[in-house]
Structure formats: C-alpha cells, structure tokens
C-alpha cells in the first residue's frame, strides 16, 4: 500500500510549553526531582517521558504538606492561593506560567476592580475546573462566571454591566459567536450596551491553529490527530479538523492506529495539538508507514 505521509509543521507544543518543559529539564539534569504542580502537559506519554527524568506530579493536598521544598508552575499558571502556601511553607517555587496567561491573569484582576465599581457581572469563557480557568477565577477570589456554551448565559443578569474573558486556548470563533449572543440579549433586554466588553484573550499562536488546520485537513484524505485524552485544546483541534475531513482520527498511543484507516494512493495528514511533543507526531508517522509495508 503507497501512502504519502506529511507532518503538520504547525503542531506541536505552543511557546509557553516548551519554555515549561525546557526549564523542568534544565532543572532535572542538576537535580534528582522535581515537584509539577498538577500535570506539566496534558499528554501521558510525555509524562511517561518526564517522569523517568524524575519529574513528579502532586496535587494542592500534597503541596500543603510539603516543606523546605522545589515546587514546579506550569505554563497554565496559578491563583493567588499556591504562592500563598508556597511562601507558608518556605518553598521555593520555579514558575513557568505562560506570559500569555499571566498577562491575562493580570488584566482580569484589573478590569475587576473597574467592574465592581459599577456593580458589574465578570464572565470567563472556558472549561470549568481546567488549570487556567482556576488561575483565572483565583484573581478575583472566585467571584466569577464560567461559561462553558452558549446556553449557559441563561444565568446572566443582561440589565447590568459585563466584562468577559476567554481562556487563552478556546476557539476564537466559538467566543467571537458567545460574545454576539450576549450582545444580542443586552440589546434585546434593554440592558447597558455601552457597558459590554468583550476582552480578546485567545492566544494567538493557538488561534492562528484553526485556519491552518482546516486547509490541512482539506488536503489530505486522511488525518491521524495525536493528542492526549485530557487535552482540552485536543479536542476543540480535533473537532475542526472532522468538521472539514470526515476522514479524521483522533489518537494517543501508536497502537490505537489501524491498517483498515488507509487505502493505497492516501495522502495522510499526521497533526496534534499544542500539549503533543513534535517526536510524538514523528513516532506516529513511522508507525503508519509501517504498516503501509
């Protein structure tokens, strides 16, 4: 069977992961452990990866009972409350939040204080309990909104002010089309429209992914896409490459690809998402042209 294999230059981790994984390697190569606040990346196979380097992942419980320690941030970042028992509990904290993120963090805590003063509502457009959203809703000690889908703005009180945000990795489209929604119902409603603001927070090495990968997906007749099964960003990726190529798989380990996916003459798109190391998509490549053999 001839097949004709590319591998997405675009994927791949995003800046803000590779800096965190560079600098957790950095630090394991003098050290024998290094403490992960919450999985580095949401990938097992890399973790797999970076476990045998020593890298060690705990949760909040774990982090309170340690002492006189290293504690690793990862690029998702942090709320207030973990610098808060790091400095408790003298541990010496190596952050590796993204800058995006942090730049973020910083003007959702700014545009809050703004907000309150008008008595205004604070929506964060992203998946409830994801690292990021909990770093984000932590700059305001949780007194925020979590917007999943569109249905979920039924709970929004449309006659007073509204600031939103989006995590940094949703679809750019998805919030451009929430953001209509609620304009709309403002309007509708009588509501302050003068006092709506819709902040644009995707990242924008993340958003640039989608309209590349819709040109990527079209151009090939089959696409294996290589993501961890945590990966939030994996799915919304994954969903746009199905939505132009119905010929689209989604994987994690080399032994879920199958021979029958193929057919001679096939040009197969290998693609991933931003938690998917760049050797992963190499590794799936050579597993397809293995069993083109």
């Not at 909104?145 to 509204?162: C, G, H, N, T, Y």
């Amino acid at each position: 069977m001839e097949l004709k294999i590319d591998i997405d230059t675009h994927s791949g981790f995003c800046y803000g992961v590779v800096r965190a994984i560079e600098q957790a390697e950095k630090y394991l190569g003098e050290n024998k452990e290094l403490h992960s606040l919450g999985s580095i990346v949401h990938n097992n196979i890399e973790i797999s990866r970076l476990r045998e380097k020593g890298l060690k992942t705990i949760n909040y419980e774990q982090m309170s009972g340690m002492k006189d320690s290293v504690v690793f941030i990862r690029a998702h970042g942090e709320p207030p409350s973990s610098y808060k028992i790091a400095k408790e509990n003298n541990l010496k904290i190596i952050d590796c939040t993204c800058p995006v993120v942090l730049k973020l963090q910083e003007r959702v805590k700014k545009n809050y204080r703004e907000l309150k003063q008008i008595d205004g509502q604070l929506l964060i457009f992203g998946k409830n309990g994801h690292a990021e959203v909990n770093g984000l809703i932590g700059q305001v000690d949780g007194d925020a909104s979590i917007i999943e889908k569109q249905a979920d703005i039924e709970s929004i009180d449309f006659m007073r002010p509204i600031y939103i945000f989006s995590q940094t990795t949703k679809d750019p489209e998805q919030y451009k089309k929430l953001c209509s929604a609620i304009r709309d119902r403002i309007v509708s409603a009588g509501g302050p429209i003068d006092k709506f603001r819709a902040f644009n927070t995707t990242c924008g090495q993340v958003s640039s992914r989608h309209p590349h990968l819709k040109e990527f997906s079209k151009n090939h007749s089959v696409i294996i896409f290589v993501t961890g099964k945590e990966s939030s960003n994996g799915r919304i990726l994954y969903e746009v490459c199905l939505a132009e190529n119905p010929r689209s798989y989604k994987i994690e380990n080399m032994d879920e690809i199958e021979a029958s996916w193929f057919k001679d003459g096939d040009t197969v798109g290998v693609c991933g998402a931003t938690s998917t190391p760049k050797w992963l998509l190499e590794k799936a490549a050579g597993h397809i042209r293995q069993l083109s053999l």
